[in-house]
């Protein structure tokens, strides 16, 4: 039983450290008649881990019926850029590698995730985004 309820911890606590995104703009690719036209969408979040971090993600959402309802599965299309944007500070000591934002791509099954990874050789944040599917 404590081992459950550890586990249940120990995950809302990663979920709490990631961060949520606010949509900046996007660009229609492709016109559709009914629902939703196909975009490129810039969402910008905050390193909850890192004060002075703000990252940008841009990445394809498919439009249509499918995507007006959220079941079309989007793109694997995307590119992220971090930006200091004031004074870095840490929160706490960082991991090596330490996911920092996840959104789903599809109803359920694909994400897209950024993950931080620390360079202490080079005294860098490294950012990498990408796709996973369940």
């Known amino acids: 039983m404590r ?3 550890l586990s249940v911890l120990v995950l809302l606590s990663g979920l709490l450290q990631t961060a ?3 949509e900046i703009g996007h660009v229609d690719t492709v016109f559709k008649w009914v629902g939703p036209d196909h ?3 810039v969402e910008a979040f905050d390193d909850p881990q890192v004060q002075g971090i703000s990252c940008y993600v841009s990445r394809a959402k498919t439009g249509g019926i499918k995507g007006a309802f959220g079941l079309a599965e989007d793109p694997s299309n995307f590119s992220v850029t ?3 944007v ?3 500070s840490f929160l706490e000591p960082l991991p090596r590698k330490q996911s920092v934002f ?3 791509a599809s109803l359920v099954f694909k994400h897209v995730q950024v993950v931080r990874m620390v360079d202490e050789k ?3 944040l490294v950012y990498l985004t990408y796709s996973d599917r369940v």
């Open 102 to 104: 996840k959104e789903g």
């Open 3 to 5: 081992l459950r309820l």
């Open 20 to 22: 949520f995104a606010e």
């Open 122 to 124: 080079r005294n860098t």
């Open 82 to 84: 971090c930006q200091q």
């Open 86 to 88: 004031g004074a870095i």
């Open 39 to 41: 975009k490129i969408v």
